[in-house]
């Protein structure tokens, strides 16, 4: 009997209040498909033991973690260095170890672009996002870091918009201009791609962004981060004016694809991920 068979190298999910937490289902199932003997761990950690928790995955020799609200930012302090989008965003999704090393990656806006990058090449696009929070700032910075023309931002609030254009700006040279959201917003002409990157439909399929539909033009690719429902009333709309939709369940996937990658190093089957993930979700 080999001692191999029995040893397991192990990532873990560090998060709060989410016990069914559907990720689990996705990450396991890629590795059984590639017959790893890797687990992939749900735990409940409070952000007061944060740091003993990072502590404890070191000394039990993780291969690194995924963590999410509420230790996207303040997880940061515990590893000894940050990927190139996750220092730009100033927050982690995806830690993983190099060497001794706990590196923060942000795997959300990488998987983002992934799917979009599946229906259109992204580089010289104007694009409009609608929101300025952790999603949109992670979606901003990759498409960024892509070779995107121009960024509109289209958010309620405008401290938070500000914020993230200046970001923009100032850190990735990509011309970005704020539009503070009143009212139904008309989407310019020459826009290449839409993107809802707030919480608008999340849970609600009839939810609906503040919007003049009438602005979305055949072939613009309409994206939507929410992931449930999977078609949200905001693809809807744009398939029935001709434009190409992309999902949230896509950009949930492939972050999940990206942790794999950097994780093991294998690219895994994205179908096999797709799939256990939608069981999980019951879509
Ligand atoms: P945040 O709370 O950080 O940001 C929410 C954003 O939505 C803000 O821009 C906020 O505007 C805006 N917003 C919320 N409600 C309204 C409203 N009624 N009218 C106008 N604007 C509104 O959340 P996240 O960025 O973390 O998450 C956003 C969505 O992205 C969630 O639905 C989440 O499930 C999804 N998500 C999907 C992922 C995937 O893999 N598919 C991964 C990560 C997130 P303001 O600044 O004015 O408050």
Redesign the pocket.
């Given at each position: 009997m080999s001692e191999g068979k029995f040893r397991h190298e192990l990532v873990g999910s560090m998060s709060q209040g989410a016990a069914g937490n559907p990720t689990v289902a996705m990450i396991e199932a890629a590795f059984a498909h590639h017959k790893l003997h890797w687990r992939y761990v749900n735990m409940e950690v409070t952000p007061e033991d944060l740091g003993a928790a990072v502590r404890g995955a070191r000394a039990m020799g993780f291969r690194g973690f995924n963590c999410s609200?509420p230790h996207k930012v303040t997880v940061i302090q515990h590893l000894d260095g940050l990927g190139e989008s996750a220092a730009l965003m100033g927050a982690v999704n995806c830690v993983v170890r190099r060497g001794e090393k706990f590196i923060g990656e942000n795997t959300?806006g990488k998987?983002?672009l992934k799917s979009l990058q599946e229906v259109i090449d992204t580089k010289g696009k104007s694009v409009v996002l609608?929101?300025?929070?952790?999603?949109?700032?992670?979606i901003a910075v990759e498409l960024g870091l892509a070779g995107v023309k121009r960024i509109t931002i289209v958010?309620?609030?405008a401290?938070?918009?500000t914020e993230l254009v200046t970001l923009l700006r100032e850190k990735l040279r990509v011309e970005s201009e704020l539009i503070v959201?009143q009212g139904n917003y008309a989407v310019p002409a020459g826009t290449d791609i839409v993107i809802n990157?707030?919480?608008?439909?999340?849970y609600d399929a009839n939810a609906r962004?503040?919007l003049d539909l009438n602005t979305l033009k055949p072939g613009m690719v309409v994206a939507d981060?929410?992931?449930?429902p999977v078609r949200t009333a905001l693809l809807d709309d744009a398939a029935k004016r001709g434009c190409r939709a992309v999902d949230?369940?896509?950009?949930?996937v492939?972050?999940g694809v990206v942790g794999v990658q950097y994780w093991t190093g294998i690219d895994p089957d994205t179908s096999v991920m797709r799939k256990a993930l939608e069981a999980a979700l019951g879509v």
């Open positions: 609200l959300d998987g983002f609608f929101g300025a929070g952790g999603a949109a700032r992670a958010n309620r609030s401290a938070r918009g959201w990157g707030t919480s608008i439909g999340l962004l503040a981060v929410v992931f449930s949230g369940l896509g950009m949930l492939n972050q």
